[in-house]
Structure formats: structure tokens, C-alpha cells
């Protein structure tokens, strides 16, 4: 046991070390590489010094080329908000982010978008402490944006800091900001009536008064919650004194719950002007308070839970788990023939280490949406850290399986690893639930994916429910081995035959890292992915020097000046430099083979233009259900001739990288993971959603019903 322990301990100061030096590698899980391109920013402010406890107004200017946009802070039906994130000094207090008034953008397929284009200033009011100020002033700004085009979507962002000096305020870039304070949309003194209708809770409508006929009005809505999304604006007839109606279909309204907007008005070509308005009257403060998710129907969630738990079931013999398997099978039979007590003791660790795990998800899930952010089911595939993590994680596990770690004090000592895998204790039983799981997550199961979609928009406590029940169906069979170790007593007994065997997982571990390679090498590139290899290299050294030196005070230095010397010299500046662009989709098109387009907001609204139908293939590396989905039925000889006769538009979506268009359109079908296909067919509004996992049966089904 003392060597088991020792093994343990190594494992986790090992991933320490990594998590440790991991921590400057910036996330592909909610942000995005540091792009310019289209769009120019500068931070500019209305004063030239600062002066204790005096407001002054502060301003991120956003200069775009002409045919490229920026998002408001409402995007409309697909896209992502832009965002000001400021950084103060001490006892500096930022207002309300100021929002001037954007324009209406429809592009082909039926998109319609709210957005900036040429240029916008977003702008706070900054106060300072009252006590005197010494010394230059730094405010700082992050930025996020998304800015697109007819062709593309690039996600971009920046950080700008300003010095200002101490001192009396003296005014600066008067003229630029009473601009864009103009175009502010105003709280009060609307020289017009609207009346809020919210008599069906798919749909309202304002009733605008007081507005003369050869004015213009646009409303631009601010759902009070992210589940409520407005659909387009309809205008009713405009009377012969002005009054019309604008109604806007809804997706889930929200009932009770305060709706706001922006209703801009001009005549001919003058400038406009926009009021904030709410239900049934002005708003006075341009902060919108968020509101709790509405409540969902009991029916629905009863049965979403237990979709839940039969996901979690099936995720354990789905192809992302089976490779591991076999190895927590090998560790309950060590276990079968030790006291049953202790055997469901451990078993119950190992359930709490799976319960823990997806808790943790439950809590991350809570925590993005707090912050505004989305959530992705095998994020972990999609962050490079935490993937280099994971793979020496794999590959440590693997040496131990080898032999490697042993380390001989004794006669028989050279069989004490067998208690690694086997009688570890509570802690390592523990940490075989967070491993598995953590190796299950990559593709989503049947029943798995559209729960997590509904999850991942609900109140905490439904989402804490949900990720439970996942865990409950994936824990069950572990469970129920445990607390009946009678059920293994036909078990073969103990012998040589397990040694073997615990040589055998090694190499299913390694098979493991090798795909997590291939998984690394696909987002990363070669040579990241030979980066990568050279610091395996360096760790496997570290395992062999932990085994081989009898002196733990030598051993431990060596072993983190090994692992230490590999992160240094092979993979933080990799880490830290952007990751690989993804190639063409249609660059490995087999002959007769599907001719896939890369999938872009602008490249489906386009496709769908032409009026033919169009399939999206939301796929990653990272994804065996994908794999299996591709190899052996959509590449498939028969689903290959049906794309070609109904000359069907076919688009894959790579999410191996994180990607907030491919985000946003999950959502849109209520999914948080690939494997997703969707078919639009012309001519009808809502397209076909196709299982998780496809048959060719389904998939021909389905394109037979097109009329060529």
C-alpha cells in the first residue's frame, strides 16, 4: 500500500505541476484569439486630466470597414454581443455602459441582425475617488467582438488602457462625443405614445401613436431573459395620422416578466433619434436588470430528468467510454475478492468521484451563465491546457500500468502495483470516478445531447437536477457491482493472468493517447503536436526516474526538474501562440465522396438562397459518435448518390476549436454538444433535426421525402 500511496501522490503533484504551468495558456472555452482584422479600436475619453471625485466619461471607439459589422448588445438571430469589460484603479467606480442606437441587418436565408457598422463609441461615466490623485491615471478596457461580413465571421479581441494625468479637468474630443451622446437612445420626452400588448405569450405588439405618417419607427427589442427570442418584426398598416402596430413572434415570452427596447424614429434622410422604452412606460436608467429563467412545466422537467439518467446509462457503453471500460472492469475484480464491505465502500468512492464531476459541470454551467458566457459539452477537448493535461494524465496512468513506477524495497514489493488499479484506497477510487467520467464526456449519447441543450438555459436548480440525474445513470452500474460482489464470485481467481492484463491496459491507454493526440494534432497542428510528443518524452522520464531511484529526497527533484525542463522547453510558447487554423473542409474529398463547405452564419444563409436543401454536419475531432456517423453512413455509397440526385448543399461545422457561431446555432436547436445534423428543406421554416446517432435507414428516409 505505501508504494500505491507513493504512486498516487506522484500523479497528483504531477498534475499539479502541469495545471500550474498551464495557468497563462489562454482558454478556447468562451474567448477568442487576439484579431484586429476589419474592425480599428482606440480608447478615448472627454477630458485631458483627472480631478478627484469628478465624473468624467471614458469611450472604446470601434472603427469597422466598410461591408463588415459589429453586434449590439442584442444580436437578433445569430451571432455574438460586443463587450466592454472595464479595469479600474482603487476606489474608481464605472457607470452603466452606454449603447448608441444600431441598425437593422438582414441577410440572405432569412437572418435578421442587429448591429454597428463604419463606426460606434460605447462609453461610460468614470468616477473618481474623492481624495486627492497623484501620478498618471491607467484605465484600462478588455474588448470581445464578433464582426462578419457577406462571406465570413471572425471573432476578435483587444486590450486598451489609457494615462491620464492629475489634475484640473480640461475637456477633450468634445466633438466625438457629443456625436454618439446623440445617438443614445433618450429615457423620456418622447414626442409619441406606445402601448405594450402581451396578450399571447408567443407574440406582442406596440401600438405607436403621436409619431406623423411620413416618419419612420423601428423598434429594436431587449428580451428580459436569454430563452425569450424575438422573432421579426411585423408592421401593420400605417393610419392616415401615423399610428401603426409592430408585433414581434416570441420563442418561449417569458410571461410577467419586463420586456424593453429601443424605438428609433427618423423623417426621410435626418438624422434618428431613439427612446428606451418598457412596458407600459419609459425607463430611466439604461442598466437591465437580469431575470430569473421562467419556470419550466413539471411534466417536462420529470421527463428531461429522466432522459438525463438514461443518457447517463448509455454513456457508458457509447464509443468514447468503451475504451476505459475495461479498466474500471479490472479494478472491481481486484476488489471482488476483498472484504464486501470495503469493496461498496470503494465503490461508493468511485460513484462519488462521478457525482462530483458532473456537480462540478452543474457549477461551471451556473457560473458561464452568470457571467453572460455559453457552455459546451467537451469543452475539455476544445482547451489546450486542459488537453495536455488530460493526455499526460492518460500517459502517466499508462506508465504505472508498465510497470514503471515500480519500485523494488523487498522480495515481493514488484507486486504491490497490482494495488494501484485495484486497492488504492478512497482517494484513488475517488479520482478513477473524475478520470472516467472526464474521458466519457467527448460526445454527448442519445437522449444525452438534448438535455444538455435544455440545460444549460435553465434556473441553477434545475441544472444542478439535471447534471445529477446524469450522473445517476452513469454511476448505476458501478453502483450495483459494488454493493453485490457476490454477483463476480465466477470471476476467475487472482494470478498471473492479472498481471498480464494490467499490461494490456496500458496499451488501451495508450491506444487513448494516441487519439488524444490525434484530437491535440487536429486543432493544434504538427508542430504542436511534435511539441507535445517531445514533452511525453520528457515525462516519461520523470515516471522512470520516480521508479528507479530508491532515494525519495533525489527522486523528487529529478522528477520535477525533468517535468519542469519538458513544459519549458517544449510547450509553453506553443501553448501560449494561437492554435492552427482548420483547413478547408472539402481538402480531403474523396473521389465520388460528399463535397462538404466550411459552415459560416453567411455561407448557410447563402446556401439557403438558392432554394435548394441544405444539411449542416456539426462535427469535431474530438467526437467518435461524429466519427462513427461519417464513416459508416454518411460516406456511405447510397447517402453519397441521395446528396448528388437532390442536389443538396452539404455544410460541415467543425467545432473542434471553439467557435461562437457553431455556439450559437447549437443552441438554436437546443443542443450543447456534437454530434448534431440538421436538414432544411425549401420552403418550410423549421428544419429536420436529425438523431445523435444516424442509420442510413433515417438519414434516406428523410432525403427521400425531397421532390427533385
Known sequence: MYHA??????????????????????????????????????????????????????????????????????????????????????????????????????????????????????????????????????????????????????????????????????????????????????????????????????????????????????????????????????????????????????????????????????????????????????????????????????????????????????????????????????????????????????????????????????????????????FNFGFQFQNAGILVALIALVFIFAMSMFGVFEVTLGSGAATKLDALSGREGYGGAFTHGLFTTLLGTSCTAPFLGPVLGFAVVQPPLVVIAIFLAIAAGMSLPYFLLTWQPAWMKYLPKPGLWMERMKQFMGFVLMALVVWLLGIFGGSRGVDSLIALCGFLLMLGVACWAFGAFRNRAVAWPVVIALVAAGWFVFLEDDLNAAPAKPGSATATVKPGGIEWQPFSPDSLAKAIATGQPVFIDFTAEWCLNCKYNEKFVLETAPVQQAFREKKIIPLKADFTNFDPAITEMLKKFKRAGVPVYVLYLPGIAEPVVFPEILTQAVVLGHLAEIKS
Not at 45 to 52: L, R, S, Y
Not at 56 to 61: A, E, Q, S, Y
Not at 139 to 145: G, P, R, Y
Not at 283 to 302: F, H, M, S
Open 5 to 374: 500511496r507513493m504512486s498516487f501522490r506522484f500523479v497528483l503533484i504531477v498534475v499539479m505541476w502541469l495545471l500550474a504551468f498551464g495557468g497563462p495558456v489562454s482558454a478556447q472555452f468562451g474567448g477568442f484569439g487576439d484579431q484586429a482584422g476589419a474592425v480599428k479600436t482606440s480608447i478615448v475619453a472627454d477630458t485631458k486630466a483627472i480631478e478627484a471625485g469628478k465624473p468624467f466619461t471614458v469611450g472604446v471607439r470601434f472603427v469597422i470597414e466598410k461591408e463588415w459589422y459589429i453586434y449590439w448588445r442584442f444580436v437578433g438571430d445569430i451571432g455574438l454581443p460586443t463587450s466592454v469589460e472595464w479595469e479600474l484603479p482603487p476606489g474608481f467606480k464605472a457607470g452603466p455602459l452606454q449603447w448608441p442606437t444600431p441598425r437593422r441587418h438582414e441577410a440572405a436565408g432569412d437572418f435578421l441582425n442587429y448591429v454597428y457598422e463604419e463606426e460606434t463609441l460605447l462609453f461610460a461615466e468614470i468616477t473618481p475617488p474623492a481624495v486627492p490623485l497623484s501620478g498618471p491615471v491607467e484605465i484600462k478596457a478588455k474588448l470581445a467582438w464578433q464582426m462578419c461580413n457577406a462571406e465570413s465571421c471572425v471573432p476578435g479581441t483587444a486590450s486598451l488602457a489609457l494615462a491620464l494625468p492629475a489634475g484640473a479637468a480640461t475637456p477633450d474630443n468634445a466633438d466625438l462625443f457629443t456625436k454618439w451622446r446623440a445617438q443614445i437612445p433618450k429615457a423620456d420626452g418622447a414626442p409619441f405614445q406606445v402601448k405594450w400588448h402581451r396578450e399571447k405569450a408567443n407574440e406582442f405588439s406596440i401600438d405607436i401613436t403621436g409619431l406623423p405618417k411620413d416618419f419612420t419607427a423601428e423598434f429594436y427589442p431587449l428580451p428580459p431573459t436569454p430563452k425569450a427570442k424575438p422573432g421579426h418584426p411585423k408592421l401593420g398598416e400605417i393610419a392616415t395620422d401615423g399610428a401603426r402596430t409592430i408585433t414581434f413572434p416570441v420563442e418561449d415570452g417569458a410571461p410577467g416578466l419586463a420586456w424593453q427596447g429601443v424605438l428609433a424614429t427618423a423623417k426621410g434622410d435626418a438624422p434618428r433619434e431613439g427612446w428606451l422604452i418598457a412596458a407600459g412606460e419609459s425607463v430611466r436608467t439604461e442598466t437591465i436588470a437580469p431575470a430569473a429563467d421562467a419556470a419550466e412545466p413539471a411534466g417536462n422537467l420529470w421527463a428531461k430528468l429522466w432522459a438525463a439518467f438514461l443518457g447517463g446509462l448509455i454513456l457508458n457503453v457509447m464509443p468514447c467510454v468503451l475504451p476505459v471500460i475495461a479498466l474500471k472492469i479490472f479494478g472491481f475484480v481486484s476488489q471482488a475478492h476483498e472484504e464486501p464491505r470495503r469493496v461498496f465502500r470503494l465503490g461508493l468512492a468511485f460513484v462519488a468521484g462521478v457525482f462530483t464531476f458532473f456537480l462540478g459541470l452543474a457549477a461551471l454551467v451556473i457560473a458561464i451563465k452568470a457571467g453572460g458566457g455559453r
